[in-house]
């Protein structure tokens, strides 16, 4: 699984990121200072770097250059002010793409695509995943559980592929609102006990499969 290094000191904005890019598949660590970053760097071994500017302990554009000394990791800059692109790009830090706060958490997703596809990383993880009797194909929305078509909504689909991902993984209500793409506009996290109810009534004898952690989330029990 292809891992991404989140290096960011405003949590909510790290977690964002993080629930975003865990959506579409990418494993993902998080630093909140700068040699934290360098330590989880030479740790995690990421595909990419996302790189806030100001930071505690090293600010971003010193990381930037301590990584490029010893590596071409390529790194996403993300900046408060646009002019602040222009003198970066000046300094020739050699950073592979830079995004502008306040972002939408989608267009990072796409920079980091894009800029894996240009590294020759994989940007792309599976389309179709099996997990126990189900197999959930995020490119066509399109599921079934032991054979059997669901009828889902796309909503729906993108749940149980979060879920489906890792078998056995309990996620929060948060990272399943991700999922649906509403963490950002401010949705009740009620809303995912409705869609889990809705799928544990398609599921039918099999809704058992849809397991609640009290207090945490959901996870997908298979054998």
């Given at each position: 699984?292809?891992?991404?290094?989140?290096?960011?000191?405003?949590?909510?904005?790290?977690?964002?990121?993080?629930?975003y890019l865990r959506r579409e598949g990418f494993h993902t660590e998080r630093a909140a200072s700068g040699p934290r970053a360098l330590e989880l760097w030479r740790a995690a071994r990421p595909a990419l770097m996302l790189l806030d500017l100001m930071l505690p302990g090293l600010d971003g554009l010193e990381v930037a250059r301590r990584v490029r000394a010893e590596s071409e990791l390529p790194i996403i800059m993300l900046t408060a002010r646009d002019e602040e692109v222009d003198r970066l790009v000046g300094l020739g830090i050699g950073a592979d793409d830079y995004v502008v706060k306040p972002y939408s958490p989608r267009e990072v997703v796409a920079r980091v695509k894009a800029v894996l596809r240009r590294a020759g990383g994989n940007a792309s993880p599976p389309s179709t995943l099996h997990a126990g009797p189900l197999r959930v194909d995020t490119?066509?929305?399109?599921?079934?559980?032991?054979?059997?078509?669901?009828?889902?909504?796309?909503?729906?689909?993108?749940?149980?592929?979060?879920?489906?991902?890792?078998?056995?993984v309990v996620r929060t209500r948060a990272e399943l609102l991700a999922a649906l793409g509403a963490l950002d506009r401010g949705t009740d996290e009620?809303?995912?006990?409705?869609?889990?109810?809705?799928?544990?009534?398609?599921?039918?004898?099999?809704?058992?499969?849809?397991?609640?952690?009290?207090?945490?989330?959901?996870r997908l029990k298979v054998s």
């Open positions: 699984m292809t891992t991404i290094l989140i290096v960011e000191d405003e949590p909510r904005l790290a977690e964002i990121l993080e629930e490119a066509s929305y399109e599921a079934d559980l032991a054979g059997r078509p669901l009828d889902l909504t796309a909503g729906e689909v993108r749940l149980l592929a979060l879920l489906a991902r890792e078998p056995g009620r809303t995912v006990d409705a869609h889990i109810k809705n799928l544990r009534r398609k599921f039918g004898a099999r809704g058992e499969l849809l397991d609640t952690v009290r207090g945490v989330g959901y």
